[in-house]
């Protein structure tokens, strides 16, 4: 996996054929739910990159349910989880499968989240 922002501010991540075919195994068993997380541990465990669902409201971003990767997370005494620096999100997540885009081409860009985003 590499992960590269774009010149316009987009995440583009990228993945060679060993972690195709791992997307593409995970996905036939079933276990689509984790595997962006299982993808990104490195950068997580080194608290960058953390993946999130803007569905679940925690942090809020908007009315979305797109994939969300934040530039860094911390999570408060309560629970609620803070953005620390710039989000990406799968703009394009009700027509295509961002997994499937990464599987399938070995790359996908997330757009970078600005409050003039529509």
């Known amino acids: 996996m590499n992960l590269t922002i774009l010149p316009n501010g ?3 991540i990228t993945a060679d054929n ?3 075919a791992y997307i593409a195994d995970e996905m ?3 276990r689509r739910n984790n595997i962006i997380y299982d993808l990104l541990e490195h950068e997580i465990c080194n608290g960058s990159y953390t993946p999130f669902d803007a569905g679940q409201g925690n942090p809020f971003v908007g009315l979305s349910s797109a994939p969300c990767i934040a530039e860094a997370m911390t999570t408060e005494d309560d629970g609620a989880n803070i953005i620390d620096g710039r989000f990406w999100y799968f703009a394009d997540y009700m027509i295509r499968d961002e997994l499937e885009d990464l599987r399938n081409k070995g790359r996908v860009v997330f757009t970078l989240a600005t409050e003039d985003a529509a």
């Open 10 to 12: 987009d995440l583009k």
């Open 18 to 20: 060993e972690t195709r």
């Open 28 to 30: 036939r068993n079933g």
